[in-house]
């Protein structure tokens, strides 16, 4: 009831605030003109906006609210399931229990009726009817299991370990490179270095590692494992293994151009080639001099130096052609790719 009073009240005070901005000195002049300010150009719009909520209120004030629906129980009774009137159930907050079925309440099963009598072949024929024969589903035979042979005795492959001895290491890792099988040679490399015990393998498996670096392209790699090879071999004082060092690491610096490194090591290897030659007289090491002979040609040649070279070459290939007239098979070819060279050699000196 307040409610409605109090919209009433409002519905009012909208109504004549409407009239009064509508109607300035209405009601022969007992009106006070209101003025609207900076609003005064919507007087119009202000004046029915609040007539017309004026007289919504009015009218929410003046409507009469719907009863209420009573509040039902807490449990609304529950239909009976016997074919009865429903019950209603005390407002308890106990679970209800489950309705336990009356006897009128189970189903009867249908009784299964009897099997019609097949039809008569003839009603006067005397002649018994056959018993009905049930058909039975066509069942596949099942298949047979499988019998899967089990070996008596399984034969069992280790792989085979890793040489423990390290001339067997080196084998393996020289047969990876032919085979180019980076992956077993790398792993045949670091083998190789654990197994190292004195400075002469220490400064093979050096070099074996400048070898495969330089095979890679890692020149830096290269030039670091043959100076460490170099260092090792100059502790053995063994003069082959030096020579061998000296020319790796001739290479390396011939390669990049250091054509003055590269004629020191040449240099000090053939001295060292000629020593050997003439100490053992073998062929290994007549051919190791001539070798060492080419390449100290080559870096002189690169710098300019075309008759040392000239009589470096032929040096060379005098010791080739002895070589190969003892053994052709073996050392033909050496003796064909020298005299190839000299041959160039001498056409760009006569050029």
Same mark, same amino acid.
């Given at each position: 009831?307040? &409610?409605?009073?109090? @919209?009433? +009240?409002? /519905? =009012?005070? *909208? #109504?004549?605030?409407?009239? !009064?901005? $509508?109607?300035? &000195?209405?009601?022969? @002049?007992? +009106?006070? /003109? =209101?003025? *609207? #300010?900076?609003?005064?150009? !919507?007087? $119009?719009?202000? &004046?029915?906006?609040? @007539? ?300």
């Amino acid at each position: 009831m307040l &409610g409605r009073i109090i @919209g009433l +009240v409002l /519905a =009012l005070a *909208l #109504g004549g605030g409407a009239y !009064v901005i $509508l109607n300035p &000195g209405g009601l022969d @002049g007992q +009106v006070p /003109a =209101l003025g *609207l #300010g900076a609003f005064e150009s !919507v007087r $119009l719009g202000l &004046g029915i906006a609040a @007539g017309l909520l004026g007289m919504a209120l009015a009218a929410a004030a003046l409507m009469r609210a719907p009863e209420q629906p009573q509040a039902r129980d807490r449990l609304a009774p529950l239909i009976d399931l016997h074919g009865g009137e429903t019950a209603g159930l005390e407002t308890s907050d106990e679970p209800l229990p489950f309705a336990t079925p009356s006897a009128t309440t189970v189903l009867q099963a249908p009784a299964l009726e009897a099997e019609p009598a097949p039809f008569p072949l003839a009603l006067d024929s005397g002649v018994q009817p056959a018993p009905p024969v049930h058909a039975q589903p066509d069942l596949a035979p099942a298949p047979e299991p499988e019998v899967i042979a089990i070996p008596a005795k399984l034969e069992i492959v280790a792989e085979t370990p890793p040489p423990e001895d390290f001339d067997a290491a080196r084998d393996a890792l020289r047969r990876h490179a032919q085979d180019e099988a980076w992956g077993p040679a790398a792993l045949a490399l670091q083998r190789l270095g654990a197994l190292a015990e004195d400075d002469r393998q220490h400064a093979l498996a050096a070099q074996d590692a400048g070898d495969f670096a330089r095979a890679q392209g890692k020149t830096d790699d290269a030039i670091e494992a043959y100076d460490l090879a170099l260092a090792h071999a100059r502790m053995t004082a063994q003069q082959d293994l030096i020579a061998d060092a000296l020319i790796n690491v001739g290479d390396m610096a011939y390669e990049e151009h250091r054509l003055d490194a590269a004629v020191e090591n040449y240099e000090a290897a053939v001295a060292l080639r000629r020593d050997l030659a003439q100490a053992g007289g073998t062929a290994e090491a007549r051919r190791g001099l001539s070798v060492a002979l080419e390449r100290l040609a080559d870096a002189r040649e690169d710098r300019g130096h075309r008759s040392r070279a000239l009589d470096l070459y032929r040096e060379s290939e005098a010791l080739a052609a002895e070589l190969a007239q003892g053994d052709a098979a073996r050392y033909g070819a050496d003796l064909a790719a020298t005299r190839q060279r000299l041959e160039e050699l001498e056409a760009r000196i006569l050029a």
